[in-house]
């Protein structure tokens, strides 16, 4: 039964739903769909950029532990 919507009968929902909520009310949700989209890739992309982050420390505080002394003079 929903395997049969074709272009037309989208196009008449889609004018119903027009009808009964209005243009501002419209808008207004695809406003919020599309920050809340934008703040969740904004989020993904930090975490991201903290992971890689901690990847550096991790080597650099792995290559002190492991007494790597080639720049450091001894008293």
């Known amino acids: 039964m929903l395997g049969n919507i074709g272009p037309m009968q ?4 889609f004018l119903i739903v027009l009808l009964i909520f209005g243009t ?6 695809g406003g919020d769909l599309g920050s809340a989209i934008r703040d969740f890739r904004k989020g993904m992309s930090n975490e991201d950029e903290h992971a890689e982050g901690k990847d550096d420390s991790s080597e650099k505080s792995a290559s002190s532990e492991s007494g790597d002394d080639s720049g450091k003079s001894k008293p």
């Open 24 to 29: 501002k009310k419209l808008r207004n949700v």
């Open 10 to 13: 989208l196009l008449i929902i």
